[in-house]
């Protein structure tokens, strides 16, 4: 199949004008200022004019609880399993799943299926081997193994840290875990990244400070999640991102709830912050939680119930900093893109570039909603709608 998306505003995340994009099955084949193919009807060709549109990368959401999540509560607060439709009606073309509290309900077999299930259905997907707890409970029976030998699993997590849920690991626990995860990377050509939790504990980044001052292990063999869950925790993220270290937002379908509630900063301000600083464009990521267990309040805020973390979070954190952090598209873009695809060695994704892959979003101009979503060449989103949906859909 070939397709040609034609006078769309494009963003690599960088803005590079109205150009003509050409996809060739499954890959980015050209872009260019004007594209004109005629094969006379031998291969069908697909034009899609986008004025009034801009085309953006496929987004990475980083940190998935595929299988459901939550559990905390007891066995009726386990949360359901992710659906193609809900990541690409969210703009999602690539996830990352991971396990999360519960490593013994749903174990990493489980993990690695549901991966394969949803790439069978259209989208691409990678896994974290392990849970909360250390030690991991792996595929293989080791974490180098796992990494090495899976091709899905790159990296281990969420390793929950300053949480009363951890496992309470020593410190020879926790190094010893990411410096075979590192290993196991540069071995296989993975980024063996350490995914961690980190909770609302007063120890917060300690065990990562610790770990960068009395090892070799570098600071960019760590990311560490909801950065944003209260002041305190931010700015010990504002100082590791100083030192070089990755960190991670978690979304919000309701930033302004959540601030105003839990303290939560938001990620257009966590990202303003990030740019007065100086801080490294390439050093920030956002994730939505997805299937996490999240409470639920009406206008009183009263607790009504339990819902559940969804990926159309990552947009609505994007629209944010674009309509009310003033934060150009391309900067907030990043966090969604290029710098989780770097970060966790994604080959030919987060970038709209020739040869990579056709995972892309045609988002309008004015508003940025979400029209189409394009998912390793396949039209998955047509017009706002779902036109492919997962088998029990």
Request: hydrophobic share 40%; with cysteine; net charge negative.
């Amino acid at each position: 199949m070939i397709t040609v998306i034609k006078n769309v505003s494009v963003y690599k995340p960088e803005p590079i004008g109205v150009k003509d994009v050409l996809l060739m099955g499954d890959k980015i084949a050209a872009i260019e200022d004007k594209i004109d193919i005629n094969l006379n009807g031998v291969v069908d060709v697909k034009e899609i004019d986008c004025t009034g549109k801009i085309l953006v990368p496929g987004f990475i959401d980083c940190h998935v609880h595929i299988l459901g999540g939550g559990g905390e509560g007891g066995f009726a607060t386990r949360t359901p399993e992710s659906t193609l439709t809900g990541f690409t009606t969210a703009g999602v073309t690539t996830v990352v799943g991971t396990l999360g509290t519960d490593g013994v309900g749903r174990d990493m077999s489980a993990l690695v299926a549901k991966a394969r299930g949803l790439e069978e259905e259209g989208i691409t997907t990678y896994v974290y081997t392990g849970s909360y707890r250390l030690p991991l409970r792996t595929l293989t029976g080791e974490i180098m193994k796992d990494i090495m030998f899976i091709d899905k699993v790159i990296g281990i997590g969420e390793v929950a840290i300053s949480d009363h849920r951890s496992s309470q690991p020593t410190f020879e626990e926790f190094i010893r875990a990411a410096a075979d995860a590192r290993v196991a990377g540069m071995l296989s050509g993975k980024a063996g990244i350490v995914n961690i939790h980190v909770g609302d504990g007063t120890r917060k980044l300690e065990m990562l400070f610790r770990a960068v001052k009395e090892t070799e292990i570098p600071v960019t063999q760590f990311l560490p999640t909801h950065i944003n869950r209260n002041p305190e925790l931010f700015e010990e993220g504002i100082r590791y991102a100083k030192e070089g270290g990755y960190i991670d937002f978690t979304a919000s379908e309701d930033p302004d709830f959540w601030e105003e509630q839990d303290g939560e900063v938001r990620f257009s301000k966590g990202l303003r912050r990030i740019l007065d600083e100086g801080i490294s464009l390439d050093n920030f990521t956002i994730s939505s939680d997805g299937q996490g267990s999240l409470p639920v309040f009406n206008e009183k805020k009263e607790f009504i119930g339990l819902g559940v973390g969804k990926s159309t979070s990552l947009l609505v954190s994007i629209k944010d900093c674009v309509f009310n952090g003033d934060i150009p598209l391309e900067i907030a873009l990043r966090a969604v893109t290029c710098n989780p695809a770097r970060i966790l060695k994604l080959k030919g994704k987060g970038r709209v570039e020739k040869h990579f892959d056709a995972d892309l979003c045609l988002m309008d101009e004015k508003t940025l909603d979400i029209d189409t979503v394009i998912a390793k060449g396949r039209i998955m989103v047509e017009n706002k709608k779902a036109v492919v949906k997962g088998t029990f859909e």
